[in-house]
Nanobody
């Protein structure tokens, strides 16, 4: 069973920064995809950043590109999201999703809350 745990959320002022971390059972190479999603109140869950693990390519949604930087730490086995120049519209619960190769099974964490307000 794969467990996924997010950490690093909190309350920050507009323009501030936060760093989220996703830790999943197993090494990064044991997954085909690692992703950050977010869900604001009353809205659908949306993809924020995606890591394709076999080629280390990371892609971003238009709403965060240039402000958020995702990275993987092979030693710690984590997928991180550095969020800079945060805006009130970034307020959401942030979830990590990982996908196993071959089976395609997906696993989600319980999320970490980010609140951006003055």
């Amino acid at each position: 069973q794969v467990q996924v745990v997010e950490s690093g959320g909190g309350l920050v002022q507009p323009g501030g920064s936060l760093r989220l971390s996703c830790a999943a059972t197993g090494s990064i190479s044991s997954f085909s995809l690692m992703e950050w999603h977010r869900q604001a109140p009353g809205s659908q869950r949306r993809l924020v950043a995606r890591l394709i693990t076999n080629n280390r390519i990371i892609t971003y949604s238009d709403s965060v590109r240039g402000r958020f930087v995702a990275s993987s730490d092979n030693d710690k086995g984590t997928f991180n999201l550095q969020m800079n120049n945060l805006k009130p519209e970034d307020t959401a619960n942030y979830y990590c999703r990982v996908v196993k190769p071959v089976s395609g099974y997906e696993y989600w964490g319980r999320g970490t809350q980010v609140i951006v307000q003055s």
